[in-house]
């Protein structure tokens, strides 16, 4: 692919020198890039599998998967509608490809755009700001592309046999500019960012930007097309409204209808313009206002672990961490050992971004689809017993949260285990779980709890009660069966586990567990009655956990 896309510049050089970057920098560093993507494993697309080749195999297979599922979501959207009313599934076509480029470039934005690992390299060179900034630009761009292509590539085929190759060579562009759209608006967000925050802030909110976009993006695109009447999405012609110019979709969607039916007015005309025009010109605004200081703001990331404080504010942020999270470890823990790997635990979820970046979205997922499953009606999200798969079915993400815990790009400083005097390292895992538990999991139970509660009825408090019982369960049954790691002692790709085996059996059990609890309720007082005896078997499974010996743990 590297050479494909290296062609591929070659022939736009005029282009990038019309810009003001210096053509030959530009190409070197892109190069490199491509180079250095193939002998890693692609975070942003959520496979952690070893990778020690020089090769992009595994990538290859992803846009593989990426070309079928994209390929059986325009034979279900564009096959069957008539001409004249291709508007809306051309809407969610392009919806779906934008999303996932936006997922994508959320996901992987810092280790991309941000990445300030070439920085000893790059800088002291007599590179421009703007070269700098259109290298970066080009790398996430050629990322992008693939992943637009591969999802378009059914689209494509189905408009072209329909419509005339016009039509398809039409969606083709514009799911390539669709990809150049993404890069724009989420490129704008954080390069004024860069203008406004300090370089030691910068990273903190962009990771909470991060992870609240990913479930707005997820949220959203499962939300909009259910909120409209099943029998008119795809069989009726769709009334165009004017906020329908604010929407990039529809501007794509209005841009190929325009071929489609064929169709020359004023509003088609419109919509072709804001296609066509909407992402060159956000990357000539980039490229022109939003680029001066990128090189200061790049260089001053390194700086951002190390900020300068006073005597007084570390005394006071001292005492502060002494309020909370150690009075949580004294309330929650029973020893010292214990105490100390639940204070850790908790102060390292906290600044760790890469853990809340795996973590915390997935937490905002599994919210997103209970709200959205459960306010469809005439589906399973209306039936008697969904809110008891959403209570089970959420657990699973907070199991996700525990596998992230042995996980850390500091895997090196795990030597600090094996040197210190620990005779029980169960106790290390037990304050560990604990924290993940007091931290993550009872928060997620509240915010799902109180919208079960409200939108089902206070009467379900016992079923909910009895689900969270049931989920430490599950959570500490999970851990028993799991490799043991210590908390934050191994590299991402050294995990051996087998991860969808394991998932398989977890949905199994969660399963079993739920329906199971079903048939409690038609037993009087049978849910009640349940939930001590699901909390001693946590307190048992929880004991044997923490006895756990030097010979049951895997050091990375």
């Not at 890069?183 to 004024?192: D, S």
Request: a positive charge.
């Amino acid at each position: 692919m590297t050479p494909i896309i290296l062609w591929l510049l070659d022939r736009l050089r005029p282009l990038f020198r019309t810009m003001g970057a210096d053509y030959g920098q530009l190409r070197a560093i892109v190069q490199v890039k491509l180079t250095m993507d193939n002998r890693r494993s692609f975070v942003s697309l959520g496979r952690y599998g070893k990778q020690s080749e020089e090769t992009n195999n595994s990538f290859i297979r992803i846009l593989g998967i990426y070309m079928l599922v994209g390929g059986f979501i325009a034979l279900g959207i564009l096959s069957f509608p008539e001409q004249d009313r291709m508007f809306f599934p051309l809407t969610l076509q392009f919806s779906y490809t934008m999303a996932l480029c936006a997922m994508t470039l959320i996901s992987d934005f810092s280790s991309v755009i941000l990445d300030s690992s070439d920085n000893q390299i790059i800088l002291p060179r007599p590179v421009s700001n703007r070269t700098l900034w259109l290298a970066r630009v080009v790398h996430i761009s050629s990322y992008l592309f693939t992943i637009a292509l591969s999802l378009s590539l059914g689209a494509i085929f189905i408009l072209s046999n329909r419509f005339g190759a016009l039509a398809g060579v039409l969606m083709l562009v514009l799911s390539l500019l669709s990809a150049v759209l993404m890069v724009f608006l989420t490129n704008v967000f954080y390069l004024v960012l860069m203008r406004f925050i300090s370089e030691e802030k910068l990273r903190e909110v962009i990771n909470y930007f991060q992870i609240v976009m990913a479930i707005l993006v997820y949220g959203g695109y499962q939300l909009l097309p259910r909120l409209m009447d099943p029998k008119t999405r795809l069989t009726q012609a769709f009334e165009h409204q004017w906020w329908h110019y604010l929407v990039p979709p529809m501007w794509m969607a209005g841009a190929v209808d325009t071929v489609v039916r064929p169709a020359i007015d004023q509003m088609h005309l419109i919509f072709l313009a804001l296609a066509f025009i909407a992402p060159f010109a956000g990357l000539w605004f980039m490229n022109r206002f939003l680029t001066s200081d990128f090189t200061q703001k790049l260089s001053g990331l390194d700086q951002e672990s190390r900020p300068v404080v006073s005597a007084v504010s570390a005394q006071e942020t001292r005492q502060t961490r002494v309020g909370w999270v150690e009075r949580f470890a004294d309330w929650f823990t029973t020893n010292p050992l214990e105490r100390a790997a639940f204070a850790f635990t908790w102060r390292v979820t906290g600044r760790d971004r890469k853990f809340k970046l795996k973590t915390y979205p997935q937490l905002g997922f599994g919210l997103a689809y209970v709200v959205v499953m459960s306010i469809q009606g005439q589906t399973f999200g209306s039936s008697s017993f969904f809110y008891l798969f959403a209570l089970y079915f959420a657990s699973i993400y907070v199991m996700v949260a525990h596998y992230q815990l042995g996980v850390s790009d500091n895997y090196r400083a795990a030597w600090v285990y094996g040197s210190a005097p620990i005779r029980e390292p169960g106790a290390i895992l037990s304050g560990s779980l604990k924290a993940l538990i007091i931290k993550l999991l009872t928060p997620f139970y509240l915010l799902l709890s109180a919208y079960i509660l409200y939108r089902y009825g206070t009467d379900k408090i016992s079923d909910v009660l009895l689900a969270f019982c049931n989920s430490l369960v599950m959570l500490v049954s999970s851990a028993l069966l799991s490799t043991r790691y210590m908390p934050f002692s191994t590299a991402q790709d050294a995990l051996k586990q087998n991860i969808t085996a394991r998932g398989l059996l977890i949905g199994i059990v969660l399963g079993i567990v739920g329906f199971s609890h079903y048939g409690l309720t038609f037993v009087p007082y049978g849910v009640w009655l349940a939930i001590p005896v699901s909390i001693a078997a946590f307190w048992l499974l929880f004991n044997q956990y923490k006895k756990t010996g030097w010979d049951q743990v895997v050091m990375g």
